[in-house]
């Protein structure tokens, strides 16, 4: 399996953009896929994630109310939207699959990364 991100770039804050993750090879229904992001110096932290099978969302809190994560399996495609952006979001954001929830070192495949820069 394949991960690649799009979707990334620069806005101000209060601003809002779409972070796109294509799925390539098989998944399985038992997957989670995540959202992680890295900001320089720091730990990678899980953002948001999504099982497969039953739909089912999770979001850590400064994600909450403000991103929403989603998935079109017509398009393989798993997306992020991000609203109200603040500075503090600056990172590289990562997307991950065949894993569980927010345990980062349970996925075992991930993408690229695509940097966010909120001024």
């Known amino acids: 399996v394949q991960l690649v991100e799009s979707g990334g770039g620069s806005v101000q804050a209060g601003g809002s953009l779409t972070l796109s993750c294509e799925v390539r090879g098989p998944t399985y229904p038992s997957w989670c896929y995540g959202w992680f992001r890295q900001a320089p110096g720091k730990q990678r932290e899980g953002v948001a994630s999504i099982h497969i099978a039953s739909g089912r969302t999770t979001y850590t809190d400064s994600a909450r109310g403000r991103f929403t994560i989603s998935q079109d399996s017509a398009k393989n495609t798993l997306y992020l939207e991000m609203n109200n952006l603040k500075p503090e979001d600056t990172a590289m954001y990562f997307c991950?699959?065949?894993?569980?929830?927010?345990?980062?070192?349970?996925?075992?495949?991930w993408g690229q990364g695509t940097q966010v820069t909120v001024s």
């Open positions: 991950a699959a065949d894993g569980w929830w927010f345990e980062r070192s349970s996925y075992n495949v």
